[in-house]
């Protein structure tokens, strides 16, 4: 079956784009928050990406996976009727706390009503040891995602209150899987018709790539990814792994950094986050080599109108226009969503 799409509620530049009619199952990708790295802008939500499988009839909601946690995380799926007790799984590029934090909240409201299970599946990278000799542990982060609600009494006096709740708090409601490094994409997840493969990128120790695949269609999760090389003399910014991942994939989700905060304009912004990152115009010409039909930015660097990234001001607030320029430029045609926090598309299978 061959997949088909249309957007919903998205920030978009559109090329030949159809209404596609009911069909029997479908995948959803929302962008549950687009806000790049620490800083805040006009309440923009934490990283984050929710990938729901289902059939028309039930919105495309029989599994629902969210990749990355960030700021705000609950409240963004409160928008769009999706309750704590419904998320199937998550799944973390990496433990940045931008893309991680929202898990507390998230599994908080889920103890607080749902201890009775199911348990969610978590799944991420192994723990992995940094050049500067630390280590990167989503175990240890999900072990101790309720440590802060346990020391300052807040589970006693919730289990005071009802006792059924788990006696462990949030951490007790989390089902940890990890896969080690990989340079080849390799199943992690599987529920029914639907597929996660992930691959180990670039970006800090322990980052991974996710791809979904589903009879309606298939989806990329970049996350943070960048290339190898740390710096320049380099072909591209962009992950050779990613672009392994996404060949032939519906859908592309990926961080962007916009050229405009490089080391050769005027912002200040430090060379070597800027080079672990993937610009927009990189991203625009991994997407045409790979065969992805549809580009959506996110986490993007700056945020559109922002007169700064943090401290780091810009000559001038950038627009969509800016960014879906720079995807042109990469030799990208297809479509690009410029990602506003709880922009959406759906791909159908008929």
């Known amino acids: 079956m061959l997949p088909k799409f249309t957007i919903i509620a998205a920030t978009t530049a559109l090329m030949g784009l159809g ?54 995380t609950t409240q963004q799926l409160s928008k769009i009727g999706v309750p ?62 309720g440590d802060a609600l346990i020391h300052s009494g807040e589970m006693a006096q919730r289990l005071a209150e009802n006792p059924k709740r788990l006696p462990g708090g949030p951490a007790d409601l989390l089902n940890v899987s990890t896969f080690g490094p990989s340079q080849a994409p390799a199943v992690v997840w599987e529920k029914g018709d639907v597929t996660v493969s992930a691959i180990s990128s670039r970006h800090v120790a322990g980052h991974a790539s996710y791809r979904v695949d589903t009879p309606a269609g298939s989806v990329v999760i970049g996350g943070d990814a960048g290339n190898d090389a740390a710096a320049p003399p380099r072909d591209t910014s962009t992950s050779s792994q990613v672009e392994l991942l996404a060949k032939d994939a519906d859908i592309l989700v990926h961080s962007v950094i916009h050229p405009v905060m490089g080391p050769l304009g005027t912002t200040g912004f430090p060379p070597p986050i800027y080079y672990r990152q993937s610009t927009a115009t990189d991203l625009g010409s991994l997407a045409a080599r790979a065969g992805i039909d549809n580009l959506m930015y996110t986490h993007l660097i700056p945020p559109l109108g922002a007169p700064r990234q943090g401290p780091y001001p810009l000559p001038a607030p950038l627009t969509a226009d800016d960014y879906v320029g720079s995807a042109r430029e990469g030799g990208f045609e297809g479509n690009v969503v410029v990602g506003a926090d709880l922009a959406k598309l759906r791909l159908t299978a008929e």
């Not at 790049?36 to 802008?41: A, I, L, T």
């Not at 590029?93 to 201890?115: V, Y």
């Open 84 to 145: 704590a007790g419904k998320v199937t799984a998550v799944f973390f590029t990496h433990i940045h706390s931008d893309h991680s934090e929202g898990l507390a909240d998230l599994m908080q409201l889920r103890w607080h009503f749902n201890s009775g299970g199911p348990k969610v599946d978590v799944v991420c990278h192994q723990d992995a040891k940094s050049g500067a000799g630390h280590t990167m542990s989503c175990e240890k982060f999900a072990a101790h995602i």
């Open 19 to 72: 209404t596609v009619a009911s069909a029997e199952s479908c995948l959803e990708v929302t962008l549950t928050g687009t806000q790049g790295g620490p800083p805040v802008f006009q309440g923009q939500a934490g990283s984050g990406t929710l990938v729901t499988y289902g059939t028309q009839e039930n919105k495309c909601r029989d599994v629902l996976l969210q990749f990355d946690t960030g700021r705000g």
